[in-house]
């Protein structure tokens, strides 16, 4: 089985600072793994993909993230917050074969000071 | 139109009232999702179409009824909706049912049941 755990709910940093959003996942199999974030009023847009292709996955809008299998880890970052990357943040598993569905951690909120 | 487009965005609702929500998606996939996203909880799968085929029904009460007519068009029909119903529902497509693929998220209809 599948599961995934976004360690914090709520991370709050200023403009112009590294931001970190942490997640662990848990598989039997060859995970893939994705970042989506949901702004406001929104639908969840997919930032980045990792599925078994090379560890450090770039995405959309500076993001980037680093598949680590001794951690069974996959920890969001940007070098630098801007303001209009506060949004919820979600974590996501699921593997790359059969028809299992998408699991998704509870969320982080990422909020940006000024 | 692109990408996932769901109707209506927002819908009130009384218990004894039966309502229906749409989703049509313009990317040429296989396979529609219905999620429910509650406060303070995990996105909640309820629903998987693949080939117009209903392959995942995650133990969603009977007032819930999807309809998939085409690899287009997904809808969930209400009716006697309670108000811990109230939430955003998501709409979602991607290629098809395997896992791995990405999904490409609607905006999602915000229901609130009186």
């Known amino acids: 089985a599948q599961s995934v755990t976004q360690l914090d709910s709520h991370v709050s940093v200023s403009e112009g600072t590294p931001v970190l959003l942490r997640c662990n996942y848990s598989?039997?199999?060859?995970?893939?793994l994705f970042w989506y974030v949901q702004h406001p009023n929104k639908g969840l847009q997919l930032l980045l993909k990792?599925?078994?292709?090379?560890?450090l996955v770039k995405g959309i809008n500076g993001f980037e993230a680093e598949f680590k299998k001794s951690e069974t880890s996959f920890h969001l970052t940007k070098p630098s917050a801007h303001m209009s990357d506060a949004a919820e943040y979600f974590c996501?598993?699921?593997?790359?074969?059969?028809?299992?569905?998408?699991?998704f951690g509870k969320g982080t909120r990422l909020s940006v000071i000024a | 139109e692109t990408g996932v487009t769901q109707t209506p965005r927002h819908l009130v609702m009384g218990m004894t009232n039966k309502k229906s929500l749409k989703c049509e998606q313009h990317l040429g996939h296989n396979a529609m999702y219905w999620y429910k996203q509650s406060a303070k909880k995990p996105l909640e799968l309820m629903f998987v179409?693949?080939?117009?085929?209903?392959?995942e029904n995650n133990s969603v009460p009977s007032r819930f009824s999807p309809e998939c007519p085409n690899s287009s068009h997904l809808f969930l029909h209400l009716h006697t909706l309670q108000p811990e119903d109230s939430a955003l529902y998501l709409c979602?497509?991607?290629?098809?049912?395997?896992?791995?693929?990405?999904?490409?998220f609607g905006p999602g209809t915000r229901l609130t049941v009186l």
């Open positions: 979602a497509s991607s290629q098809d049912g395997t896992s791995g693929n990405e999904q490409f």
């Open positions: 990792y599925t078994s292709a090379a560890t």
């Open positions: 179409y693949n080939f117009k085929e209903q392959t």
């Open positions: 996501v598993v699921s593997v790359l074969s059969g028809n299992t569905p998408l699991v």
């Open positions: 598989s039997s199999y060859s995970p893939s």
